[in-house]
T-cell receptor, first 112, second 112 residues
């Protein structure tokens, strides 16, 4: 099993709909979870982080964490064409101290 | 507030050479982490520096080394460059080792 796994996509969502991005991780003891957005040719930009089970909302973004299932997700409401990007899930796995382990990313396309 | 800055933005080297990449952390941040991102992949953790000491290292050989200075800026040094070292090198800073990390624009390194 890969340490942090994401569906690479592309995930195509109509404008105005909810985009749902998923991520699973291997280390049950992980405590910190991050979502980054990366536009083509640019560096990753932090959009959400979550430490506790449940939901965390920030504007149009909601991060959901289920530690029992080792699953974290990102919901984007009212999707806009500018949301089209690669979304990277990152987890703080203890094996690298506080270094982050990233998934390969999910390529999201918002169709106008 | 000044963000994370990296230099140079692009660099071309040949196999066997050595390279030094530089990073200035965001104002108020005392931790710097370095990542390597190959095309189509998520970033891979190289190492992290906190208060001038290495705090965690990923699966990279010893020819990847680093430094952090008293002003929290950092360098990544790579010796004996190989073709597979061609990648985007990202620096991220945070206020604390386990806090959200913010990335600079990266240095794109090409090995010929």
């Amino acid at each position: 099993q890969k340490e942090v796994e994401q569906n690479s996509g592309p995930l195509s969502v109509p404008e105005g709909a909810i985009a749902s991005l998923n991520c699973t991780y291997s280390d049950r003891g992980s405590q910190s979870f991050f979502w980054y957005r990366q536009y083509s040719g640019k560096s990753p930009e932090l959009i959400m982080f979550i430490y506790s089970n449940g939901d965390k909302e920030d504007g149009r973004f909601t991060a959901q964490l289920n530690k029992a299932s080792q699953y974290v997700s990102l919901l984007i409401r009212d999707s806009q064409p500018s949301d089209s990007a690669t979304y990277l899930c990152a987890v703080n796995l203890f094996r690298y101290a506080d270094g982050l382990t990233f998934g390969k990313g999910t390529h999201l396309i918002i169709q106008p | 507030e000044t963000g994370v800055t990296q230099s140079p933005t692009h660099l071309i080297k040949t196999r066997g050479q050595q390279v030094t990449l530089r990073c200035s952390s965001q104002s108020g941040h005392n931790t710097v982490s370095w990542y390597q991102q190959a095309l189509g992949q998520g970033p891979q953790f190289i190492f992290q520096y906190y208060r001038e000491e290495e705090n965690g290292r990923g699966n990279f050989p010893p020819r990847f080394s680093g430094l952090q200075f008293p002003n929290y800026s950092s360098e990544l040094n790579v010796n004996a460059l190989e073709l597979d070292d061609s990648a985007l090198y990202l620096c991220a800073s945070s206020f604390g080792t386990d806090q959200p990390q913010h990335f600079g624009d990266g240095t794109r390194l090409s090995i010929l």
